[in-house]
């Protein structure tokens, strides 16, 4: 135990479940944030069966941003003290739909951004008057350049992406550490069934990236790391070609 | 988020393939929303679909495949719900393996009561196959210590089922396969340990009369027993093989630098794999080296193991199923009546020998008199010696197993349907004879347009 509690934002993502079992086995408490009350607390009950963890959870809905700030409030009147805060939210989204309707298109940009930010924002305040911690932002490579076959999701893990970069910024000499991840494929429910993926890798190898990010106070992660590589080659190709592209 | 495509799956003997389409919900809300989009669960309760839950397709042949259906992938609702360290009772669900359990509960001291060859099962596949050990004589199967379990039905209901409640659904969902419905949650007992080491010894058999003698001698005073078999021996030395005689060791028995750190899970470095244990054997890819492990077996000598290397040999080299090749392989696996077992394991050894088809892997265990109190389970065990066999596919494969299930027939006994892919609505029947009509009546009553199906239920006309 380190008595250092990390809240999470969106716990029944499939990376964040893989991620709270890591640290809760690192000695981190827990507190789990979602939208999904049963689940929270069946997920509660196995952490601190399987690790020992302190562990409580409170519900929120990313779209709900007039209730953020409350959430917080309740948040840290439960736990007393957050030390790191880790937002796994996310929505895919369907790029043909986001295409012809607009509030759909608006949903996968709050699910991932908008309301990424408004639930950051009173935690990257708190933090930052604790002058300790880490906010771990989980961005995607699809926000490292947009492809027809998913510039909603891209551009909105795009601004996730800036807002991180930025935060971080502002909060390193807070002695706050902001980790940007940016995955590739993982094996989750968001991909679960879908065409065109690979080298998918298991949210549990994700996590133990992240982890690891977190104690060498890492800045920004592409996991696993070959995406780095993938990444650096798809945005150097010249516009030109790019746009003749099917991707 | 439902596949779109029918995917091609198979257990893990990778025969047969059977067309499928996969889910794999990640809550108990997304598993009704599974459930109900297959058409399994409609207002009227009549389905539309085929519907069956898979754990970790550690079954050999086509069991958990729902062909053409919707097969639901249970692994992602693999939570633990309650603990009692006062008890050992634990509840969870069902996709939780036997790995994870070993994981969590080793360092508190607790083991799992029976663990099959590879720690890669989940609960609801033990309880659904009613898996045995290599302590059935002690201790009977999984089911044992199964106290409970919930039932999602084709109605769309879950139902609490133990010995007293819905207790005929209970008997019949253990050994049932999956076809009586998806197993949502469960609760079973956990057996005390003192160390997550193994003492244990092996002893040399010249024979097969040698070797059951060795079982009579030695069984009752151990936890675990099992035989590994010569299958290519023939004539005096036929049934030649090396008895594993095992038991949890207890603190006083371990050496001195291990009595610290009884409880750990990391197999200790220190602690050597012994050669003459099973991983070495299947290291080497043929038969004949049989003929060095035999000898090179110190009988006798007590030795102590970490509980990974002992139980769990094969899992540590991954992916072996694929050793075979595209074609995949079978595994048999039969148990046979104590009266008859010797002229039985005979004739099949005899069999095997006289093909020239030495099994990879050829295990003798013996089942005791704890088996399934009920008459309407399908449950595999029944008293008596149990041997199993591996064959690479090939083209008289089915020919020869054939003759294996009329030897198998004509001296009582029976096929384990978690590794059969070959038997016929006949043989089946015969085998299973009076419990799978009373079965039958039980499936009828729960599941009255048969929703739950899988491949291995639509070969076996098991409806
Ligand atoms: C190397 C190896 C060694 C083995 N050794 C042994 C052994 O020593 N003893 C032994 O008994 N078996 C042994 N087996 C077989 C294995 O234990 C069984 O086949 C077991 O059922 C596999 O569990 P699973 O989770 O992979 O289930 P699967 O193979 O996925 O499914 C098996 C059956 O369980 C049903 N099922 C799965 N989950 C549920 C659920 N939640 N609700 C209802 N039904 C469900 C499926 O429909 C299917 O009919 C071994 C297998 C291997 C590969
Ligand atoms: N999987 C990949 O290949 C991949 C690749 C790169 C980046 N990522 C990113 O990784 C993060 C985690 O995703 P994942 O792969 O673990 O998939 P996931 O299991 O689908 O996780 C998405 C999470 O967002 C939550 N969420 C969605 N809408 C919400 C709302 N309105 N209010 C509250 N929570 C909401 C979901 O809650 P529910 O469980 O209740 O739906 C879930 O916890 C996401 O940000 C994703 O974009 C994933």
């Known amino acids: ?247 | 988020m439902a596949g779109q495509d029918s995917t091609s799956l198979s257990g893990w003997g990778r025969y047969p393939s059977v067309d499928t389409f996969i889910d794999r919900p990640e809550s108990r809300a997304s598993l009704l929303q599974a459930v109900q989009n297959s058409g399994g669960t409609n207002s009227s309760g009549a389905g539309s679909g085929d519907l069956l839950a898979r754990g970790k397709g550690r079954s050999y042949g086509d069991a958990a495949e729902a062909a053409c259906g919707q097969t639901v992938l249970m692994e992602k609702l693999n939570r633990f719900m309650a603990f009692d360290s006062e008890t050992g009772l634990l509840r969870l669900e069902p996709g939780v393996t036997i790995a994870e359990i070993l994981q969590t509960f080793i360092p508190k001291g607790w083991f799992s009561p029976v663990v099959p060859g590879t720690k890669f099962v989940t609960v609801g596949g033990a309880i659904a196959a009613d898996i045995h050990g290599k302590n059935h004589h002690r201790d009977g199967s999984f089911s044992n210590f199964v106290t409970r379990f919930w039932l999602l039905t084709a109605a769309g209901e879950i139902i609490e089922c133990s010995r007293i409640q819905n207790a005929d659904i209970f008997w019949a969902t253990i050994g049932g396969m999956g076809l009586t419905g998806i197993i949502v949650e469960a609760e079973l007992t956990l057996s005390p340990i003192e160390s997550s080491y193994i003492s244990y010894k092996s002893i040399r058999a010249d024979n097969l009369t040698e070797l059951m003698g060795l079982f009579d001698q030695h069984e009752e005073r151990h936890h675990y027993s099992v035989a590994w078999i010569d299958c290519l021996a023939q004539k005096n030395s036929l049934g030649r093989g090396v008895l594993l005689l095992g038991d949890h060791a207890k603190l006083t028995d371990l050496p001195e630098q291990l009595k610290n750190h009884p409880l750990t899970l990391k197999p200790d470095k220190q602690v050597t794999v012994p050669f003459d244990m099973p991983s070495s054997l299947l290291n080497r890819y043929t038969m004949s080296t049989f003929n060095s492990l035999f000898y090179a077996v110190k009988t006798n000598q007590e030795k102590i193991a970490d509980y990974d290397s002992y139980f769990f040999p094969l899992d540590a080299i991954g992916s072996w199923n694929r050793m075979y090749g595209k074609a995949g392989f079978i595994q048999y696996q039969c148990v046979i009546p104590p009266a008859a077992s010797k002229q039985a394991l005979t004739e099949i050894l005899n069999a095997c020998s006289q093909k020239g088809w030495g099994s990879f892997l050829a295990v003798l265990k013996r089942f005791g008199s704890k088996t399934c109190p009920s008459n309407t389970s399908l449950s595999f065990p029944i008293a008596g010696y149990t041997l199993t066999l591996d064959f690479p596919v090939k083209a008289s494969l089915i020919e020869f197993t054939r003759k294996l299930d009329e030897l198998v027939i004509s001296h009582g006994g029976r096929v384990y349907l978690a590794k059969d892919a070959c038997l016929t609505p006949e043989t089946f029947r015969t085998m299973y004879n009076a419990n799978f009509e009373n079965w039958r009546q039980i499936k009828h009553k729960i599941d009255p347009d048969n929703v739950f199906r899988s491949a291995l239920s639509q070969r076996l006309e098991i409806n």
């Open chain 1, 1 to 247: 135990m380190n008595n250092k509690t990390v809240l999470i934002l969106g716990a029944t993502s499939g990376i964040a479940k893989a991620t709270a079992q890591a640290l809760a086995a690192k000695g981190y408490g827990l507190h789990l944030a979602g939208r999904d009350k049963s689940e929270l607390e069946i997920l509660s009950q196995d952490l601190s069966i399987r690790s020992g963890a302190k562990v409580s959870y409170s519900l929120f809905d990313v779209h709900n941003v007039d209730s953020h700030q409350q959430f917080f409030k309740d948040v840290l009147a439960q736990c007393g003290t957050i030390y790191g805060a880790l937002v796994a939210v996310g929505e895919l989204g369907d790029q043909i739909l986001a295409q012809n309707d607009p509030t759909h298109a608006k949903r996968i940009i709050d699910a991932n951004f908008t309301g990424v930010v408004s639930l950051l924002t009173p935690i990257a305040n708190y933090l930052e008057e604790q002058r300790q911690g880490f906010i771990v932002g989980i961005s995607s490579v699809a926000g490292d350049r947009g492809r027809q076959s998913n510039y909603l999701y891209g551009s909105s893990k795009a601004g996730l992406s800036a807002f991180l970069s930025g935060l971080r910024n502002r909060l390193a000499k807070s002695n706050v550490q902001v980790l940007t991840v940016k995955p590739g494929f993982v094996n989750t429910k968001m991909t679960f069934g879908k065409q065109g993926m690979f080298l998918v890798a298991e949210p549990e190898d994700i996590a133990k990236g992240i982890v690891a990010a977190i104690e060498k106070r890492q800045n920004v992660i592409y996991l696993p790391w070959f995406w780095f590589w993938i990444m650096k080659i798809i945005r150097s190709i010249p516009e030109p070609i790019f746009i003749r592209m099917k991707m």
